[in-house]
């Protein structure tokens, strides 16, 4: 019998055996570049989101729909492209030429883009649109500070990706970042979280529904790109309209504690911070922006805005604001008395 003069016959099974085992781990780590969900090969006409707030991949966790609206090289307005299934990629399929795509996470009810056909990009804005409807807009308006009353709005999220197409309909980004297979462009959190606990010195006076208020919040941005602004190396839109966020809270164990869900604030923009019940006003005007400034709190310079406070309500009118970090009142961190 002719003997294998490359492979002796006791080994030709051992052989075989590795290259069954190198077949299986090519074909197990193989990518389509018709699937870009393959991140090993982004297909080079697609894009790909990403949210890493602390330098981990969260896109899924907190971004739940998307919109895409498409802008010309010279900034008009031409078409919103819908999102995929998988919210995290994008196949514009464009033709040769530069764009710029503004892309919005979460954006639903609580706030309204006001575009329209031919506008062009600097006429772009994001309007909060969840106004409050009930007798706490009405009842709790002072005269000398009337004004739109919101709600909580939504945990927004937004991307700007500046595209070059070629003649073979490949993607290059013209601006902040350029890859070889395709773009990735990272979105960006234009929300703020504020939770607010209310305690007394002594016994609360009043039993019931209270009022939280903040005066001086965001309402709107200005979504041109080039009114955008840096956050710890994260792009947020510029601010341009401010009204009031009220909520209206249970009083339970002789505390309140709420959070508001609002726009950003920025240095020179947080709020005031004001206590209502039935209409009259329980709690001197605690200005925020003393406080974050005496606990080293940036939020031009913040990218995730997410703060909790307690205010301690004494009998004679005054109040005291303590930051609560990792869960504890720092009682030691007195934010300032107000009267």
């Not at 005269?143 to 945990?155: L, P």
């Not at 019940?277 to 329980?282: A, M, S, W």
Request: aromatic residues 10%; hydrophobic residues 35%.
């Amino acid at each position: 019998m002719r003997r294998n003069p490359i492979f002796p016959a006791k080994r030709r099974g051992s052989v075989v055996d590795w290259l069954l085992v190198i077949l299986l781990s090519l074909v197990s780590t193989a990518c389509s570049i018709d699937d870009p969900r393959d991140e090993c090969c982004l297909r080079a006409d697609a894009i790909r989101f990403t949210y890493l707030p602390y330098g981990q991949e969260e896109f899924g966790s907190y971004i739940f729909s998307m919109r895409h609206l498409l802008y010309d090289s010279a900034g008009y307005f031409l078409k919103e492209i819908p999102s995929r299934t998988d919210l995290q990629y994008l196949v514009p399929e464009l033709e040769e030429g530069d764009y710029t795509l503004l892309s919005f996470g979460n954006e639903n009810s609580g706030a309204r883009l006001s575009h329209s056909a031919d506008s062009h990009i600097s006429e772009l804005h994001l309007i909060q649109d969840r106004r409050h409807t009930d007798q706490i807009s009405e009842s709790y308006v002072p005269r000398d500070r009337e004004s739109e009353i919101y709600e909580n709005g939504d945990e927004l999220y937004w991307g700007i990706s500046r595209i070059r197409v070629d003649c073979e309909g490949m993607l290059s980004e013209t601006g902040r970042r350029e890859i070889s297979n395709g773009i990735v462009t990272p979105m960006n959190n234009i929300h703020c979280h504020l939770n607010v606990k209310v305690e007394w010195a002594n016994v609360p006076t009043d039993v019931g529904d209270y009022v939280m208020e903040l005066t001086g919040v965001a309402t709107g941005y200005t979504l041109h790109p080039e009114c955008a602004e840096d956050a710890d190396g994260f792009i947020v839109p510029s601010s341009a309209y401010y009204g009031i966020h009220r909520r209206r809270v249970a009083l339970k164990s002789r505390e309140l504690s709420d959070e508001f869900i609002t726009l950003r604030y920025s240095d020179d923009h947080i709020p005031v911070f004001r206590l209502y019940f039935e209409g009259r006003q329980v709690s001197p005007d605690i200005d925020l922006g003393k406080a974050f400034a005496s606990w080293g709190w940036h939020p031009s310079a913040t990218h995730v805005q997410k703060y909790s406070i307690l205010i301690r309500l004494f009998s004679d009118g005054r109040a005291d604001v303590y930051p609560i970090i990792n869960a504890s009142v720092e009682d030691w961190i007195n934010g300032g008395t107000f009267s």
